[in-house]
């Protein structure tokens, strides 16, 4: 949690325009709220020669923040609601042999977060997110791949891509989907662009909006989605759904964030601080899962669902993502043309 210091068939392809709509169509958000970074080729190139195995060893995790700390006065939640948008599931191209020898075996509903033993779709999609800040510190979060027209999209914490208390975006940003204990099975993806809202920084209740999405290079040749697959992904659904959450917590408990880690609940609503809009469940994941994924409509035998949040903040009990909005959508289909 938060902060310290695959070929598409040509179905698939045609449900996935038809969801997304035309470019014209789609709406912009107010005031220019998107902010964007971006890293030239040479950038990228950097921070693959940066990211050593000792180097990913020694990235710090990202801690929650408990509470809110912001000066001022908590403004009422904004309305931030529109269209409903389902994006569907991008299945992994044909099988490796990374899911051999995994068991079957879905993590029971618990209070604590356990190894995700169950293989699947969200194994692959799912992976650790590396990145420096402007002092030279180097940090580690969750991330998760979305469907997108681009194949190339990833959702994590809003936390894990820009430091709130200055507006300065991080740098060396890379993803590694389906890591585990310092593996790389599908190598090394940079990225290319960020994009996180500018309220998420500047308002008094930004914890609403710690959401990102990052557009990612290819690798090899191949995007992302062509790679690993991509979950699916959904904007303006309801609440009290059961969800399901994954990612790298750093204690000992969770694997020293060497592995992926698996919650499961009923959602209810933040009612522990003025002005959230966020969503919980009463598991907690610790640090270095910020940024991890929320899944709806979650399919355990096959590992793949839709994500409507990642993890965002906790409180010792529970564990909270943003909700998924007009504003995620909108920054969803910016970092999906980029």
């Known amino acids: 949690m938060k902060r310290t210091a695959v070929l598409v068939s040509a179905a698939a392809l045609a449900t996935l325009g038809s969801t997304l709509g035309p470019a014209h169509a789609q709406p912009a958000l107010a005031h220019d709220d998107a902010h964007v970074t971006a890293f ?53 191209p044909a099988s490796t042999d990374v899911d051999a020898g995994r068991e079957n075996q879905v993590s029971a509903l618990a209070s604590s977060p356990k190894p995700w033993r169950g293989g699947g779709l969200i194994h692959r999609t799912s ?73 998420y920084v500047t308002s008094n209740n930004g914890d609403n909006w710690d959401f990102a999405f990052a557009s990612m290079r290819k690798h090899n040749g191949r995007t992302l989605a062509d790679t690993v697959g991509a979950q699916g992904i959904r904007f303006n659904t309801p609440m009290a759904r059961h969800v399901h959450s994954f990612g790298y917590g750093g204690t000992p408990a969770e694997g020293s964030g060497e592995r992926l880690n698996h919650c499961q609940g009923r959602e209810h609503a933040d009612t522990t601080r003025p002005g959230s809009t966020m969503r919980g469940i009463d598991c907690v994941q610790t640090g270095g899962s910020s940024g991890g994924g929320f899944l709806a409509g979650f399919d355990s035998d096959k590992g793949s669902g839709y994500l409507v949040g990642d993890i965002s903040v906790g409180n010792g009990v529970s564990e ?19």
């Open 40 to 92: 030239s080729d040479q950038e990228q190139d950097a921070a693959l020669k940066f990211w050593t195995t000792a180097r990913l060893r020694a990235a710090e995790e990202v801690t929650p923040e408990p509470a809110q700390t912001r000066a001022g006065p908590i403004p009422s939640p904004t309305v931030d609601d529109g269209p409903a948008l389902t994006v569907p599931p991008l299945p992994a």
């Open 320 to 338: 909270f993502h943003p909700r998924l909005g007009d504003a995620a959508r909108t920054l969803y289909r910016k970092a999906s043309r980029s």
């Open 127 to 199: 992976g650790k997110v590396f990145f420096q800040n402007a002092a030279g510190a180097t940090f580690s979060c969750s991330a998760t791949v979305a469907n997108s027209r681009n194949k190339s999209v990833v959702l994590t914490a809003a936390h894990c891509v820009v430091d709130p208390a200055t507006g300065n975006g991080y740098r060396k940003w890379v993803f590694i989907p389906g890591y585990s204990h310092g593996e790389r099975p599908f190598g090394t993806f940079t990225a290319k662009k960020l994009f996180h809202l500018k309220r």
